[in-house]
């Protein structure tokens, strides 16, 4: 069948299936509403994709307030703030908004008199045992408003987060250096990492204010955490202008937490991100925590670049065969066993939805497809949606029906070979299909996606030697694969992407002309209303295999 006649015909309800509680069936309505669609020419991956979005809308439960909330599933039964309620309900916003808001709001809704934000929510509350921050809040809850509006709910999450973060600098800087401090291990949800290896999981007595007086070695000064606040900051000053309330003192607090970062978490002979004790020693275990600094903005591009020639892409370290572990590779702490929870090694699927924003903040697209491919292999073979999978072989963790391996499917395609809407109001029409990587097994030849944007009904094809951008029934493009088309929340073209490591030559059909075009792997073009613009061309920065090199394609 054509690929188009495919997607049109595909209906949503039928394929996800029967969603039997009021929340659930609520979120499923939203997603319907999107008008999100998912084709493919394998019915494997179709099928997973559905799956993850009837199991996506059953995660969404009723919560203590009376309306829904987003849970982190698996073992999870509650929303947890490091995951949960920052970068799944960032996800999830792209499809349920307001399933989305909701769950942002609770944390708002519950946090206590002093200001602290709680870790996580259950259906019957809240609970304020430790901070656990990973991925920032603030920005979070920043893309949602820039994607759907409602200043009563910007000015609602502005306000807690502003009082959280005065909590933070009151109990977590005990050491008066400007970053943030993880009492325990659970503070960033590394649950068994050797990070913290003889470290409390827990707060002492249970106090997130408090640390164990008795540890050796804490409290630590947390990259992550300190990154967190950092990029919170930002936000928190992009908010304020917004809401007509601009304060300066945003812009000075988040160039303190940066200049703390890089002063006592940087390690300038490793070129890495490590917790420092209580003894001023640095902390020397290469874990996750440089993606997560990376993904809140820590960094330029010569640092974002550094990181991925001397770790993220260096197959010793954390470029494994479904990259990325949680571990680097050859750390002696490094675990392959993936069969409980463990941030000791196994890849993470909340890793896998974390990373992408340093990519795109860095602009290079090409090299997170790298990320991409293998995961959504694996991706088209799974049952249960684990929180984990095995680096090694691609097989299925810990745990099922885990809502950021579920997201996990939808965010890929949609990044890959779909139609993505960004916060800053483009639109990305990736001419990518998720081939395979495994056994020599096809995952899609073709794939039809489909959004609704404003009102108007967005499909787009990408078949093997042309893609196709329909807007309202009517072809609005027509381009080769291996792109990215960028084009304004209208469909106006706006410019092109390079996203593969050769040179693409071509044409794009937009509006009856033809209108050539050759780009690099992450160039950007832009379009001048005529032709065809380079603004950027960073080259590509290729795997390595041991020590960094200076390779740039």
């Known amino acids: 069948m054509d690929m188009l006649a495919k997607l049109r015909e595909t209906h949503v309800e039928s394929r996800v299936g029967e969603v039997e509680t009021r929340t659930g069936r609520a979120a499923l309505d939203e997603f319907i509403r999107s008008g999100v669609k998912f084709a493919a020419s394998h019915p494997k991956i179709e099928g997973v994709y559905y799956r993850a979005v009837r199991d996506l809308a059953r995660c969404v439960v009723p919560s203590a307030s009376g309306g829904g909330m987003l849970i982190e599933g698996a073992v999870f039964l509650g929303a947890w703030l490091e995951s949960t309620g920052t970068i799944s309900a960032e996800l999830l916003s792209r499809f349920c908004p307001e399933a989305a808001r909701l769950t942002f709001e609770l944390f708002a809704d519950f946090q206590r008199e002093d200001g602290l934000i709680p870790y996580k929510l259950l259906p019957g509350g809240p609970n304020f045992r430790q901070v656990q921050m990973v991925s920032p809040l603030a920005r979070s809850v920043w893309n949602h408003y820039c994607l759907h509006g409602n200043k009563g709910f910007l000015e609602k999450m502005y306000r807690a987060i502003s009082r959280n973060d005065q909590w933070l600098e009151k109990y977590r800087n005990t050491r008066g250096t400007g970053c943030v401090e993880a009492f325990c291990t659970f503070d960033t949800g590394s649950d068994a990492s050797p990070r913290f290896w003889q470290v409390p999981d827990t707060p002492y007595g249970g106090d997130p204010a408090r640390y164990d007086p008795d540890s050796p070695v804490l409290p630590f000064l947390a990259p992550d955490m300190t990154a967190n606040v950092y990029c919170q900051r930002k936000y928190l000053a992009l908010m304020a202008r917004e809401l007509g309330i601009p304060d300066p003192s945003w812009e000075a607090k988040a160039r303190q937490s940066r200049e703390s970062l ?87 699927f909340l890793t896998q939805i974390r990373l992408p924003h340093a990519f795109d903040y860095h602009h290079r697209p090409v090299e997170l497809t790298w990320i991409q491919y293998p995961i959504i292999a694996a991706l088209s073979r799974f049952e249960k949606f684990p929180g984990s999978l095995d680096a090694w072989l691609g097989h299925e963790g810990y745990g099922e029906n885990y809502t950021p391996t579920m997201l996990c499917v939808l965010d890929y395609l949609e990044r890959l070979s779909g139609i993505f809407p960004t916060p800053g109001g483009d639109l990305w029409f990736t001419a990518l299909v998720p081939r395979g990587i495994d056994h020599g097994e096809s995952v899609a030849e073709e794939t039809g996606y489909s959004r609704m944007v404003d009102n108007a009904r967005f499909e787009f094809v ?72 380079s603004i950027a061309n960073p080259g590509v920065i290729p795997p390595n295999y041991g020590e960094p090199d200076t390779l740039t394609l």
């Open 262 to 348: 890089m002063r006592y978490c940087y390690d300038e002979t490793d070129h890495y991100f490590y917790d420092r004790d209580r003894h001023d020693r640095f902390v020397r275990i290469q874990s996750d925590t440089l993606i997560r600094v990376l993904a809140c903005e820590a960094g330029d591009d010569a640092l974002f670049e550094d990181a991925l020639r001397r770790y993220l892409l260096n197959t010793k370290k954390f470029f494994c065969r479904y990259p990325i572990t949680t571990i680097a590779m050859d750390e002696p702490g490094f675990s392959q066993s993936f069969q409980f929870n463990s941030w000791a090694g196994q890849v993470s």
């Open 462 to 533: 990408n078949q093997r030697e042309l893609s196709g951008v329909y807007k309202n029934g009517e072809l609005l493009y027509q381009f080769p694969p291996g792109v990215r088309v960028v084009t304004d929340r209208r469909g106006a073209l706006r410019g092109l992407i390079g996203m593969s490591v050769r040179r693409i030559t071509g044409t794009v059909v937009y509006q009856g002309r033809n209108i050539p075009f050759a780009v690099s792997g992450n160039e950007r073009l832009e379009y001048s209303g005529t032709s065809f613009v």
